[in-house]
């Protein structure tokens, strides 16, 4: 097979990849869809379980009632849906892999989708909570809180992301130094700098209180060290394998 045919057959594959990713999202949303404004309930619990007696939380335009719970049953869709994404885009990928690479890159895949899932769930079960009874705890004397559900949305999914790529920081530790970008050494000399850089990210993605920006530079911070941890043991069981 000339090259430009394996080209051509290879971006088929990826497109019937992509299809059948696209087609999996689709039908879990569709299984979604029924309990949409259920699932969105969920997601608003830690902040309507911090509002005052009475409390609730309000749409500001025509079409956000609708909206809003569907945009959260499609990120659900997206979530639920995850291993059968990753399975494809690991069937494409595998084939052109040495096995060495594959018995390296199989467990990097589960661990970082199985950590990014971990950093979304601390976020709703610990952040949550402390973010939003800071919030309303701190309202001046007369001022209803009363959040719009599209800000909400938008709030939360900011929260979910710093703290799902924030867990991903041990598979990015270990890839440095797989790939021979940074040494276990190097990680050890730039501690101070990272642990400072954490605390500068939990304040800017954070709302502005002490515990809530501390909780999320502690677990980055104790994952980078756990992401040297797991670069050291890989180094070390590199001269084995080769």
């Known amino acids: 097979m000339s090259q430009p045919e394996t080209f051509i057959s290879h971006l088929i594959e990826l497109r019937d ?10 039908v879990t949303f569709l299984c979604l869809f029924p309990f949409a404004n259920k ?7 830690p902040l309507l379980a911090k509002l005052p007696k009475g409390g609730q939380m309000i749409a500001t335009a025509v079409t956000t009632p609708f909206l809003v719970p569907m945009k959260v049953a499609l990120l659900a869709a997206v979530v639920i849906s995850l291993p059968y994404t990753l399975y494809q885009l690991w069937a494409f990928v595998a084939p052109g892999l040495y096995q060495h690479e594959k018995r390296f890159a ?9 950590l990014f899932l971990t950093g979304m769930a ?10 939003f009874g800071f919030i309303t705890g701190t309202a001046p004397e007369g001022v209803a809180v009363m959040t719009d559900i599209g800000n909400y949305l938008d709030f939360v999914i900011t929260l979910f992301l710093a703290f799902g790529i924030a867990f991903e920081v041990p598979v990015a530790v270990v890839l440095l130094v797989k790939l021979g970008m940074v040494k276990v050494e190097t990680l050890k000399d730039i501690r101070p700098y990272v642990i400072v850089g954490a605390f500068v990210i939990g304040a800017i993605f954070t709302p502005p209180d002490v515990v809530s920006q501390i909780m999320l530079a502690v ?4 994952l980078y060290e756990a992401g040297i941890l797991a670069a050291r043991f890989v180094t070390a069981r590199a001269p084995a394998q080769n």
């Open 106 to 114: 199989a467990p990097l895949v589960v661990l970082s989708t199985l």
């Open 122 to 131: 601390f976020a709703y079960f610990l952040v949550f909570p402390v973010v």
């Open 17 to 26: 990849r992509l299809l059948r990713i696209i087609v999996g999202v689709v």
């Open 39 to 45: 699932i969105y309930t969920l997601l608003a619990h």
């Open 219 to 222: 677990p980055l911070w104790l």
